[in-house]
């Protein structure tokens, strides 16, 4: 909500149109002419919409009314070159090599493409800016077709998007990594855009990293993956990813937030499943102030398949919010969802998810299962699981658990010696410790062990 909102009582829907979001800033960053143009349409777009309260049922328990936009303004409308600002090119090698073996690297600077290389012919992975490709203007917006508020943002915003473009029939061993770098001065708006295609009967596997570059992933000392060079800067951190899943293609994708202590993310993940497709997606969340990931999921042909997983561990006043939707439009598709989370000290936690069967969709198979430790008097957690069921012939679940320490296991460890603050630790690391084991690419799967352990005040060896 806006400050003059706030101080005059209005309906933020009835608000003054923000200075600092306009079709004339989004006009002024480079680009291809139809970039230019869907950039405007959805700057007006966004300008006459109203903005979202905890109100609706979509930010329902978030804190949502505490943004004030007027802080902010989109980085790269300053510097119409595209200037991407500073970066730690040490610290982020260091990091990237740590994920093992790779066909192919992207790294945006505050929205900025700094960094592209590929290890595999174009005949297999494309790789680039989607103003570069052929269909670029096409691929935008073919998964996230009907945009409203932060996502809008990004289409008026997102100064390069990104494309990986992965041919079909393609095998392609090792992952592409994308590398989101957010720096700079305090009130920047960086707007992150990515967009997976994997052809028909391709496979591969993504790793797509959004991180302070003075903090989390990235702060000096390499063995704190939590430490900051200074105070943290409030920053606005809209990223869109699209992912789309070509008949008998499989793709792996994991996401990794490592953001400054004070920034305000809203990230949202739409992916489309074409027939006898499979899409393993892992997310984990371990930085900023409010951090929001919406993942929809829409199963679109016969016979697809999606496992979606995330990890999570909030601290000191953290607030870290999922909204996930698994949208079964045709029959036999399957869906299985894990999201696997704690809270400590005054940090809060959202999960409210939708399993949606349409008609037509029958032997769909959904399942839908969140957990939540919450470890400190001060620290809440909230899990709201849905059906929206309209087929009969389907099997469906779901579930959630929101609950302290198991206290046999606590006095388990105690009774042989442990001390109570080892006993948590321990057992909020074998909490984790089975999903941390299912991130679907290798090179992934012991950085989110070490940070996830290391989160939880365990050492990882």
């Given at each position: ?7 005059t009582?209005?309906?933020p829907r ?7 979001f ?6 002024a960053?480079?680009?291809a002419?139809?970039?230019a143009q869907?950039r405007?349409?959805?700057?007006e ?13 979509v930010?329902?328990?978030s804190r949502?009314d ?9 980085t ?7 200037d991407?600002?500073?970066s730690?090119s040490g610290?982020?090698?260091?990091l990237v ?6 066909s ?6 505050n929205?900025v493409?700094?960094t592209?290389s ?6 297999v ?7 570069d ?7 935008l917006?073919a998964?996230l077709?009907?945009?409203h508020?932060?996502p809008?943002?990004?289409d008026?915003?997102?100064i ?5 473009d992965?041919?079909?029939?393609a095998?392609?061993?090792?992952p592409v990594v994308v590398?989101?770098?957010?720096s ?9 855009r ?8 391709a ?8 991180v302070?570059?003075?903090?989390g ?15 943290p ?8 990813t699209?992912l789309?899943?070509g008949d ?35 997310a984990v969340a371990?930085?900023g102030?409010?951090?929001r ?8 042909g016969e ?6 997983r995330?990890a999570?561990?909030g601290r000191?006043?953290?607030?870290l919010?999922f909204?996930?939707?698994q949208d079964?439009r045709?029959?036999r598709t399957?869906s299985?969802?894990?999201f ?16 949606r069967?349409?008609?037509g969709a ?6 839908q299962?969140?957990h ?17 069921i ?8 779901h579930?959630?658990?929101v609950g302290?320490?198991?206290e ?6 105690e ?7 080892r006993?948590?630790q ?5 909490f984790?410790e089975s ?6 690419l ?8 070490r940070a996830?352990?290391?989160?939880s ?5």
């Open positions: 909500m806006s400050a003059e909102a706030r101080a009582g209005l309906d009835e608000a003054p149109i923000l200075p600092t306009t079709p004339d800033h989004a006009a960053l480079p680009g002419p139809w970039l869907r405007v349409e959805a700057a777009a966004f300008s006459s919409s109203p903005l979202p309260t905890e109100k609706d049922e930010w329902r328990y949502i505490d943004l004030d936009l007027e802080r902010f303004r989109p790269g409308s300053e510097h119409p070159g595209g991407p600002g500073p730690s610290r982020l090698h260091a090599d740590g994920l093992g073996a790779r192919g690297l992207v790294v945006t600077i929205g493409l700094a592209l590929s290890s595999v012919g174009d005949d992975v494309v790789l680039g800016r989607a103003t490709h052929p269909e670029g203007a096409d691929l917006g998964v077709a009907d945009p508020d932060f809008l943002l990004n008026a915003f997102a390069d998007p990104v494309v990986i992965v041919q079909a029939g095998t392609v061993a090792d590398v989101h770098v957010v700079g001065a305090a009130g920047g708006a960086v707007f992150p990515t967009v997976v295609r994997t052809g028909a009967g496979t591969a596997g993504v790793i797509e990293i959004v302070d570059a003075d903090s992933l990235l702060a000096d000392a390499p063995t704190d993956l939590f430490s900051s060079a200074g105070p800067v409030e920053r606005l951190v809209v990223p869109v699209e789309k899943v008998g293609a499989s793709l792996a994708y994991v996401s990794i937030q490592s953001l400054g202590g004070a920034t305000w993310q809203m990230a949202h993940q739409a992916s489309i499943i074409g027939a006898d497709a499979t899409l393993s997606s892992y371990l930085g102030s409010y951090a990931l919406r993942t929809d999921s829409a199963l679109m016979s697809g398949a999606s496992r979606l995330a999570f561990i000191d006043d953290q607030m919010d909204r996930t939707l079964h045709a029959p399957t299985d969802l894990l696997m989370g704690a809270v400590a000290d005054r940090s809060h936690s959202v999960y409210s998810g939708l399993i069967v349409r008609r029958v032997k769909s198979d959904a399942m299962t969140n939540n430790l919450v470890l400190d008097e001060g620290a809440h957690a909230d899990s709201v699981p849905n059906l929206d309209e087929e009969n012939d389907v099997k469906c679940s579930g959630s658990t302290p320490v198991d046999d296991q606590r006095y388990y460890l009774s042989r010696g442990i001390e109570p603050g006993a948590e321990l057992i909020v690391a074998g984790f999903i941390a084991d299912q991130v679907p290798p090179g992934a799967r012991d950085l989110i062990g996830l352990a290391e989160r005040g365990v050492s990882h060896g």
